[in-house]
Nanobody, 122 residues
Framework: QVQLVESGGGLVQAGGSLRLSCAASGTIFRINAMGWYRQAPGKQRELVAS???????NYADSVKGRFTISRDNAKNTVVLQMNSLKPEDTAVYYCNAAGARATVYGLPRDYWGQGTQVTVSS
């Protein structure tokens, strides 16, 4: 079982910055990809950014050039640096661990954090 604990959400004015962190704990052999999703009221959850264990990144078009995702494989942590925030970035942000294995022979599973609120005021 893997637990994901997020931190760093809050309230910021438009144009400001926030840094979201997520730490995975438990019995972990490897996590294939870690990422951040967000869900605004009345909307579906969407991918914000993800990063593989090899360092390949993927960003939503709406955040390219403003957000940066990074990962520490040894510590099983992922960080989302969010700059030039806009009111439309307001949402609950969820950390995701995809393809997490407890052992080398373990089945891969996906895990989610509890979510952290990001509010950007205009």
């Amino acid at each position: 079982q893997v637990q994901l604990v997020e931190s760093g959400g809050g309230l910021v004015q438009a144009g400001g910055s926030l840094r979201l962190s997520c730490a995975a704990s438990g019995t972990i052999f490897r996590i294939n990809a870690m990422g951040w999703y967000r869900q605004a009221p009345g909307k579906q959850r969407e991918l914000v950014a993800s990063i593989t264990s090899g360092g390949s990144t993927n960003y939503a078009d709406s955040v390219k050039g403003r957000f940066t995702i990074s990962r520490d494989n040894a510590k099983n942590t992922v960080v989302l640096q969010m700059n030039s925030l806009k009111p439309e970035d307001t949402a609950v942000y969820y950390c995701n661990a995809a393809g997490a294995r407890a052992t080398v022979y373990g089945l891969p599973r996906d895990y989610w954090g509890q979510g952290t609120q990001v509010t950007v005021s205009s």
